[in-house]
């Protein structure tokens, strides 16, 4: 699949309610702890909402999301502590605001699937009109998941792959407590 240079959509990616556990040491000062790379999401699921917009004053077909697992190990040792208060809070779009898709982290190749009365890709984005997804990751067993979200579009006769991640690494699933 060929990509261009320029991507003609943006992707904005948020996960309001992560950063609840740390994992190993943690920082003494305020600042250090509250851009520590170690914060997590420690539960049985974890949501991330997409918006995707066009650049590009032409509509923009989205083909598929992908989800990317870059580590996948036994859960790690952790220390529960809040993380400090950064007084900014991302806040979760209407769930009638967002087409939601699950995916099961623990699988070998997990895929996205669409909830019920969510239609299938493809999609179509402009500058006028963006695209919400809210997804839904879960893991069905103790584990510790760092994965990305991969946007596949199609415009003008090219395509390519954009990366949705928490600001530059993956997104961070923990689970602790085994299946009841």
Not at 13 to 33: F, S, W
Not at 94 to 119: I, K, N, S, W, Y
Request: charged content about 25%; glycine content about 6%.
């Amino acid at each position: 699949m060929a990509a261009t240079l320029a991507s003609p959509i943006v992707v904005e990616a948020a996960e309001p309610y992560g950063r609840n556990k740390h994992v190993g040491p943690i920082p003494v000062g305020r600042e250090e702890r509250l851009n520590s790379p170690d914060w997590v999401t420690e539960a049985v699921a974890t949501s991330v909402y997409l918006t995707i917009e066009a650049t590009v004053e032409r509509a923009v077909i989205l083909t598929k999301l992908e989800v990317r697992v870059e580590s996948q190990s036994r859960r790690p040792p952790g220390n529960l502590v809040a993380p400090p208060d950064s007084g900014i809070y991302a806040r979760p779009m209407a769930p009638e605001e967002a087409r939601t898709f699950r995916v099961d982290l623990g699988q070998a190749r997990p895929t996205p699937q669409q909830d019920e009365g969510v239609p299938g890709f493809p999609y179509s984005v402009s500058h006028l009109d963006p695209e919400r997804f809210r997804i839904r990751a879960f893991l069905d067993r103790p584990g510790d998941v760092t994965w990305r979200v991969e946007i596949h579009w199609r415009c003008n006769g090219e395509s390519g792959v954009v990366v949705a991640d928490n600001e530059g690494r993956p997104f961070r699933l923990v689970r602790t407590l085994p299946a009841r």
